[in-house]
């Protein structure tokens, strides 16, 4: 039982760094919190809310999304969207993530093969 | 929709004040949206909303979450030290006002209850007070001393690293705790009981008597200037137990606070106000002289050199440990 404790740890703290680029990825079209967590749900990432919002905001800050308050609709919605600047960062994270999973692939299949023995 | 409310306010009440309406507005249309989705346009129930909040999670997380960092008055890394300290502070004020109390239940048995009232609303303030002092002064360490080393952490060279602990620099923990305890028990002391720093008569076995030695009111007047002097002892002491060791800087306060026990001893003997002006008339009367005239003799002759004496003994003390701490400096000097 231990084991499956520390298996979901470590694959949370995984994920976590996936985070970032997932949601970025998805905003060169303008999106609120609560739809972004929807789409990332069915692309089987899962984001609640109370760290999706937070983490807009941050993003926000650091000038990497630009926002807009609609308020067109039933209610007011904050839309998020990627600036220029985001969309460089992206661009760079999906260069950085490429040579990731290359160099990882390399460590699972290459060496001592099973990564067991 | 009272909960959704309570919940908002429960996030967003601590969050600083230009934020707090954008915030608001986002939540409510995020629990409205997960409510939609939760009962598929129907309304939405009591139950409903609980889940969602629960979705959502502890407010105060969440607030901390948009803040980005959580707040500390004292930071974990001080906090053992803290209470620490903040043990020893109590219990030295706890033993100092019970110390007076006894000693004037045995003065005048008779007031037991007036004393009584007195000790614990003393025992009270003085708690309320050394929580107050070490608090505030583990904050202003905290915020100024590890804030700076925080910053620093970017330009971290290897020569900033600690010398291994060498029996010569390390500070005995000992030392600053019994420190810390004798300067808060004449603290106490000498804030709530000044009264007590006399001459003691005790004619016969029911009857004692104290001359007090200082004005009372004069010498209330120089209690804000003790306190402060003594709270940069006690800062010091804290200073010891966090580091452990002696450092150049450490040194050179602890020189700095003594020279200001002697500035603050000059200043308050520097006439002989302080002094009770009818101290003579008092030890003089008849009922207390057939039994300690020899003693009465001596304390007439003593008396009018009294603040050259003073002066004197604790210049004496104060040097000694002024000598030793320079000594002490030289011996660490290349060490650290």
Known sequence: MDIKETINGLTQEMRRGTIIIGVLSQLSEPQYGYSLVSILEEKGINIDPGTMYPLLRRLEKQELLESKWDTNETRPRKYYLLSPTGKEVYRQLCQEWQMMTVSIESLIRGGTGDGVS | ?336
């Open chain 2, 1 to 336: 929709m009272e909960l959704v409310k309570k919940y908002i306010y429960a996030v967003t009440n601590k969050l600083p004040e230009q934020q707090r309406a954008d915030i608001e507005k986002e939540l409510h249309g995020l629990i409205e949206d997960m409510l939609e989705e939760r009962t598929q346009g129907g309304i939405p129930t009591a139950s409903d909303v609980e889940a969602v909040l629960l979705e959502l999670g502890n407010p105060s997380e969440l607030a901390d979450k948009y803040r980005g960092s959580k707040r500390y008055l004292i930071s974990p890394e001080l906090f053992p030290t803290y209470i620490f300290v903040l043990k020893i502070a109590i219990a030295a004020i706890c033993i100092a006002t019970t110390v007076a109390f006894v000693v004037e239940t045995v003065l005048e048995p008779a007031q037991i209850q007036g004393q009584l009232t007195s000790y614990i609303s003393s025992i009270m303030s003085g708690i309320f007070q050394g929580f107050a002092w070490v608090t505030i002064i583990f904050f202003l360490v905290d915020y100024k001393g590890l804030n700076k080393q925080k910053l620093n952490k970017n330009s971290w060279k290897p020569s900033d690293l600690p010398p291994l602990p060498d029996h010569r620099v390390k500070i005995k923990m000992a030392d600053p705790i019994v420190s810390i305890s004798f300067t808060i028990i004449l603290l106490v002391l000498l804030t709530f009981s000044i009264n007590l720093f006399g001459v003691w008569f005790s004619p016969d076995a029911s009857i004692r008597t104290v001359i007090p030695i200082f004005d009372e009111e004069v010498f209330r007047g120089f209690l804000p200037f003790i306190w402060v002097v003594f709270a940069l002892n006690i800062l010091s002491d804290i200073m010891k137990i966090i580091l452990g060791r002696w450092t150049i800087k450490l040194i050179a306060f602890d020189i700095v606070v003594i020279l200001l026990h002697f500035v603050l001893a000059v200043f308050m003997f520097s006439d002989s106000s302080i002094w009770n002006p009818h101290f003579l008339q008092q030890i003089a009367q008849p009922d207390l002289i057939q039994h300690e005239s020899d003693g009465l003799q001596f304390i007439q002759t003593v008396w009018p050199n009294a603040t050259q004496g003073v002066l004197a003994i604790l210049g004496i003390i104060l040097g000694i440990q002024l000598i030793t701490t320079v000594v002490k400096y030289f011996k660490i000097k290349d060490l650290t």
